[in-house]
Structure formats: structure tokens, C-alpha cells
């Protein structure tokens, strides 16, 4: 699967971006299937077709190529929410839920390994998990949250704290609980599914549209 | 644990009623912390103080337990809904959302036994637990959304359908990431948080009140 530099009959040759994503792409297949302590880095090297050494070149070991594989995957969002910050704009939660849905639905592998690492029995990577990106999530969210409210796009009936856990239940519930969605609900969680399910978010914190009767009086 | 009906000195005797509740009791903590397949019938015969052979009469087998276990904690909460429904009345999510979060936060064996065996891996139990259970509380709640607005209870901007899963994400979601919802969004999932957790759902599923600005024309 990766691109070489090489033509027919030279020795093959990587980009070591290509190398680096290959193994974060190989991760992500065999994390999504294993636990952290189950999946072992040659596997892994195996699955990306590279020397297992480059595993430790590039990531100093396996919790580093872990933390790169989220980091990659979720670091986009929690960039998007800072550098907005730091340009003194506060995000947008139409900004913010239809990006925090796609990326749960593009990345399937990634309600797996919460359910897998976060959720379920204790392990080395909850505290991580938590730390690293819930955390900052939630803080992100919660000033979202507020900024909303301040400026008026937002039902003023919302308490922050909850709002944050509104935000997480509806945005994360759906694709951690895809079989029960899917066969309880009836509800495929499909290509369409991230968009409409924002809209569907967003209505729900919107405030409220004045009542239609004001207009024949 | 168990009252038994003698006095000192004399054989313990166990009324059979409370040899039922013991063995279901003792299954809660069990597979609170084992997989179905982990937890042996002698385990938790064991743990309840009772004859091994007492799960087979009372239950069939283990499966016969579990699916008991479920029942008696799930049991109460789709009864109120299919009851109300056979009496023609249509539950009210007034009454349904407090109970159903009180049921989570009572039994915290029973969002662990969901991320167990509903969300985690493949399960013979995910099958059990979607039709027998999840299925019948979306389709019950799914009715209840639908009584609600035709009687003006709830807003109408709310398709039915995305209206299970709001109500299955807020009400569930909070109590399987408890880890998460504690420290990264610092809200403790404690005695106190269904209430108020569940008067914040209504909330934002009520219709809009009229705005303030009627009352000073």
C-alpha cells in the first residue's frame, strides 16, 4: 500500500512520511481489533510492511505510536478549538459538532478503541485518554458553550457544565453504541448519518424561534 | 446476607424467595466484574451462600440467570411503559427519563454489564439484551415521544426517531463514561446527578416557552 520512490528491479525505497504513515495507518487497523497490551509492535510493523526497528525511530515505542495514531486523529479538532482561542475568536458549535460527528463516523476504529481503552476495565490509556483529549475537549466545548450563549445563538436555559455533557452523550453515544442504534433504533449509522444528527444537535441548543401566532394578532 | 427463618441453634433454612434474590444479587456483583463467559455457576452460588444446584432450579442455567438478573432491573421500567400503553394511556417521558437514569445510577453493575457485553466485542448477550431489552425501550420511548407532542409536551421540532437516540445518549452515555464525564467534565456521577440530570433533559425536550419581551409591550 505505500507509494515507493523506486522503478522496476531498484530496491524499494519509503518516504519516511510514508514509513510514519504507514505505521500509524497499520495501528489503527490493529488497535481497533486488539488492546494495547494484546497488539504487539512487530504485528504491527508487519501490517505496515516496514522493519519493526522503525517503529521505535519514529514513535521511541509502542505507547508513543499509540499516542501519535490519536494525536493525529482527534489533535485536528482540539487544534481547530485552540488556535480559534488563541486568535481571541471563540469556536462555533455549528463549527465544532459536525466536525467532532464526522470524525467519530470516518474513524470507526475510534469508538472501538474508546470503548476498548476508556470505557472498559482500567487501563494505562484512560488516564491518557483523559488528560490528553477529553479534557481539553471539554474545556474547549464548554467555552464554545459559553461564547454561544453570550452572543445569543444558543437556548440561555443551558447550564455550561451540562451543556458539555450534553455536547459529549450526543456526539459520542451513537457511534459507541452503533449496534444497538442501528438494530433498537432503526437508525443506520451511515455516510449520511454525522450530517444530519448535527443539524439535529444543533436545533436542539438553538434558541427558541418565536412562537408563530405573533404574526396574526 | 440472607434472614433465614430459624433460631439459634437450629438448621439454617432459607426461604426460596430469598435464595432467588441472593443468587440474583450475588450474579449483579459477579458479572459486574466478570465477562458471562469468566463467571462460573459455582462462583456465584458460592457468593450467595447457597447449593450450586439452586441455580438450575430456579433459573435453568446460567443463561436463565443472567437474563433473570436483566430482567429484574430492566423488568420494572418497560412494565410502567406497556402497562400505561394496555390501560390506553401513553407513558410520560416526565415519569420515564427520572426513572430510567435512577435505574443507571442505582445499579452500576448494569452500565458496566452494558459496556461488557453490549459494547464491547461480540457477545451472545448483545443479541439477548437488544431485542429483549433495548429494542423495547426505544420502541416504548419512541411512542412516548410521539404522545408528548401531540400534546403540546414536547417541542415539534423533534423527529421521533433522533428523539430515541437524544433520549438513549443522554440517558446512557453519562453513566458507561462515568470516568470521563467525572474528570474530564468534573460532574460527579453521585446520589444527586439523575435528577438533576434528568430535570435538564426535559428541559431542553420542552417546547418553547413564550419569550418575555409579551409580557412589556
Do not use: C
Request: glycine fraction near 8%; hydrophobic fraction near 40%.
Amino acid at each position: 500500500m505505500i507509494k515507493t520512490t523506486t522503478g522496476p528491479g531498484r530496491p524499494r525505497r519509503k518516504d519516511p512520511d510514508e514509513v510514519r504513515q504507514a505505521l500509524i495507518a497499520a495501528a489503527r487497523d490493529q488497535f481497533a481489533q486488539g488492546s494495547f497490551k494484546g497488539v504487539s509492535v512487530r504485528e504491527i510493523a508487519r501490517a505496515a510492511g516496514v522493519n519493526q526497528a522503525m517503529v521505535n525511530y519514529y514513535f521511541g515505542d509502542k505507547r508513543g505510536l499509540y499516542e501519535a495514531m490519536l494525536q493525529e486523529t482527534i489533535g485536528p479538532l482540539i487544534r481547530t478549538l485552540e488556535e480559534a482561542e488563541a486568535r481571541g475568536e471563540v469556536a462555533r458549535l455549528e463549527d465544532l459538532i459536525p466536525r467532532h460527528a464526522a470524525t467519530l463516523a470516518a474513524n470507526p476504529w475510534l469508538p472501538n478503541l474508546i470503548i476498548r481503552e476508556v470505557l472498559y476495565g482500567e487501563s494505562e490509556f484512560r488516564n491518557l485518554f483523559i488528560e490528553k483529549f477529553a479534557s481539553r475537549v471539554a474545556a474547549a466545548l464548554r467555552r464554545a458553550i459559553d461564547g454561544g450563549r453570550d452572543k445569543g445563538e444558543l437556548r440561555d436555559d443551558l447550564d455550561p457544565r451540562f451543556g458539555t455533557l450534553i455536547l459529549f452523550s450526543l456526539t459520542i453515544y451513537p457511534f459507541v453504541a452503533r449496534p444497538v442504534v442501528e438494530r433498537a433504533m432503526g437508525i443506520p449509522i451511515d455516510d449520511a448519518f454525522a450530517g444530519r444528527w448535527s443539524e439535529q444537535i444543533l436545533q436542539l441548543l438553538a434558541p427558541p424561534k418565536p412562537p408563530p401566532e405573533d404574526e396574526d394578532p
